[in-house]
Nanobody
């Protein structure tokens, strides 16, 4: 069982940056692949980024590649999403999730989810 709590969301102007954090409970955090997803109003939840257990493999949605960076600190049971050059279309609720797969990009593969944190980018 893994419990996830996101933080770091907020309101930022276009071109700005935010860093999201996701704190995980449980001693087995390092055995999980981790991912970030987002959901804008009226839209389906979509994949943003994922990272394997060691941090050595990452994967990104094309829409955020080159702007967002996912990382993890297994000693702190935390995964991060550094978001730079933010755009109004990045506005969404951002969710952290854990998967027993090495790395994954579809919601179906993730068994554990946080409650989400709102990110709003103004133009």
């Amino acid at each position: 069982q893994v419990q996830l709590v996101e933080s770091g969301g907020g309101l930022v102007q276009a071109g700005g940056s935010l860093r999201l954090s996701c704190a995980a409970s449980g001693r087995t955090f390092s055995s999980f692949g981790m991912g970030w997803f987002r959901q804008a109003p009226g839209k389906e939840r979509e994949f943003v980024a994922a990272i394997n257990w060691s941090g050595g493999i990452t994967k990104y949605a094309d829409s955020v590649k080159g702007r967002f960076t996912i990382s993890r600190d297994n000693a702190k049971n935390t995964v991060y999403l550094q978001m730079n050059s933010l755009k109004p279309e990045d506005t969404a609720v951002y969710y952290c999730a854990a998967t027993r797969r090495s790395i994954a990009s579809i919601t179906y593969d993730y068994a554990y989810w946080g409650q989400g944190t709102q990110v709003t980018v103004s133009s």
